[in-house]
């Protein structure tokens, strides 16, 4: 079983940069997919940015040239890189694997962007 760990979270002012980081307790090689996910109050949970088995990237369209996904197979680690961050930003971030059999989740982090 896949154990993800999401760190980075905070509290920033608009405009500001965060990177969040997931830990993944074993190798990622070879998964289907993994990404970000995130969940505001009162929302449903929405893809944020997703990578797939052939490195192609998927940004949601809110994210698109502000956030980037990219990841280090040696130390087993996805990374949400978040710039020009809004208050509508404001939300928890989950990390996600898809091995194509099992899909996993982290606990989140929680980021708020207020002034």
């Known amino acids: 079983q896949v154990q993800l760990a999401e760190s980075g979270g905070g509290l920033v002012q608009p405009g500001e940069s965060l990177r969040l980081s997931c830990a993944a307790s074993e190798s990622f090689l070879g998964v289907s997919s993994m990404g970000w996910y995130r969940q505001a109050p009162g929302k449903q949970r929405e893809l944020v940015a997703r990578?797939?088995?052939?490195?192609?990237?998927r940004y949601a369209d809110f994210v698109k040239g502000r956030f980037t996904l990219f990841r280090d197979f040696v130390k087993k680690t996805v990374y949400l890189q978040m710039n020009n961050l809004k208050p509508e930003d404001t939300a928890v971030y989950y990390c996600?694997?898809?091995?194509?059999?099992?899909?996993?989740w982290g606990k989140g982090t929680l980021v708020t962007v207020s002034s």
């Open positions: 996600n694997v898809d091995t194509g059999t099992m899909n996993y």
């Open positions: 990578i797939s088995r052939d490195n192609t990237v």
